[in-house]
Each structure stands twice: as structure tokens, then as C-alpha cells.
């Protein structure tokens, strides 16, 4: 009986085996994963940058910089609140480095405006970098003194860098934006003149990074 089950259990075995090294590889790209929180005015549009960017995994709208907890689109907009409109940026640290993610994301925006970004004026519309550790801080200062140093824009760059806080999603309607509502996103994006401004700002280095969409 014993020679009759033997090749059968060590089948399972090997099953077992395989099917536990997946979910630890599975376990392992998981935990792979790193955050990034960037604000660069409406969310609207770094979600949609974002989400043309190579190895990024999810992009989400929201909130933060402010202390009262779950806050709203209407008391972020209002002003006063101390919100940011942010997008968390899920990516993989294997296809694109978070100093790349930095370099994307200050030619995507006018890091010079301290008033809001394009059309869209007030604290709530400022960029800003939220760091998520200790190493992103260090990279993100970095990045910025580089950015300074080159002289690359005719103006100092004003974006803070922060070590990030509590991220509140925004309302459902809000995410995705560009693909539920593309025609007014287009028309809302166009209007608020922001391609034009990072165009003439940063000439051929303009939306380094993101994938035509």
C-alpha cells in the first residue's frame, strides 16, 4: 500500500510546494510596492498624468496637510482647511525609482507658482511632495536642490516638502476623472491653460516620463 501512494503524495507535496511559493512571490511584489503623495494642483490631472507613468500600479485622488479628520471636497475648496488636493501614487520600485517619479512630477506642474497651479488659484491648488519615509525626504530634498541649482526655470522653486500625514480619498466621483468624464476633463484641462504653461516653462523636457494620452 505504502509503494501504491507514495508517487501520489509526493505529487502533492510538489503542489503544495508550488502553490506556496506563489503566494509567497505574490507576497514579496506586495510588499514590493512603495508609496508616493504628490499635490500639483487639480487632482484631477496628476491622477491622469500619473496613471501614463511606467511602473506605477494605482493612482489615488484626495486629501492632505490639514488635521480635521475625513474632509470634504466643499471644505478643501472652500480654503482655510489646510488640505491639499494630493494624489497617492502607488508604483513599483523595480520599473520606475521614486527620484524618477520626482523628476516626472516637477515637469508636470509650475513648482514656481506659490499661489495655486494654472487656473485654479488658493492654498488647496499648491504643490507640494509629502514624504512617506525617512529615505524619500532625504531623495526629495535632494531632487529639489538639484532642480534649483541648474537653473533650469527663470524662478526659485517654492514647492514644500513635507513628511506626509493622514491621506483622505476624495469622493468616488473624483477618481478616474479623466476616463468617467473625458470630454469635460479634456475641455476642463485645456481651458485652465496647464499644458501650455508646463509647455513654455520647460520646453522639451515637459511631461518627461508620461506616456502620450
Not at 497617492?88 to 527620484?99: L, Q
Not at 468617467?180 to 496647464?194: E, L, P
Request: glycine share 8%.
Amino acid at each position: 500500500m505504502q509503494k501504491v501512494y507514495a508517487p501520489i503524495l509526493k505529487f502533492l507535496m510538489v503542489i503544495a510546494l508550488v502553490i506556496g511559493g506563489s503566494f509567497g512571490l505574490t507576497s514579496q511584489a506586495a510588499a514590493a510596492e512603495e508609496t508616493a503623495i504628490f499635490a500639483g494642483g487639480c487632482f484631477w490631472c496628476v491622477e491622469s498624468d500619473f496613471d501614463n507613468v511606467s511602473g506605477v500600479v494605482k493612482t489615488t485622488s484626495g486629501y492632505i496637510g490639514g488635521e480635521t479628520p475625513n474632509p470634504t471636497y466643499q471644505t478643501v475648496s472652500a480654503g482655510g482647511s489646510g488640505y491639499l488636493e494630493a494624489v497617492e501614487i502607488i508604483f513599483n520600485p523595480d520599473k520606475v525609482t521614486y527620484a524618477e517619479l520626482l523628476d516626472i512630477f516637477w515637469r508636470s506642474v509650475d513648482p514656481t507658482d506659490d499661489g495655486g497651479q494654472f487656473c485654479d488659484r488658493g492654498e488647496s491648488y499648491k504643490t507640494a511632495i509629502f514624504a512617506t519615509s525617512d529615505a524619500q525626504l532625504s531623495t526629495a530634498e535632494n531632487s529639489k536642490a538639484a532642480l534649483d541649482a541648474g537653473e533650469l526655470l527663470n524662478a526659485p522653486v517654492v514647492t514644500p516638502i513635507r513628511s506626509a500625514t493622514t491621506f483622505y480619498p476624495a469622493e468616488e466621483y473624483h477618481q478616474n476623472y479623466a476616463e468617467k468624464s473625458s470630454w469635460k476633463y479634456k475641455f476642463y484641462r485645456f481651458n485652465c491653460g496647464r499644458d501650455a504653461k508646463v509647455d513654455e516653462l520647460w520646453g522639451d523636457q515637459a511631461r518627461r516620463g508620461i506616456m502620450e494620452h
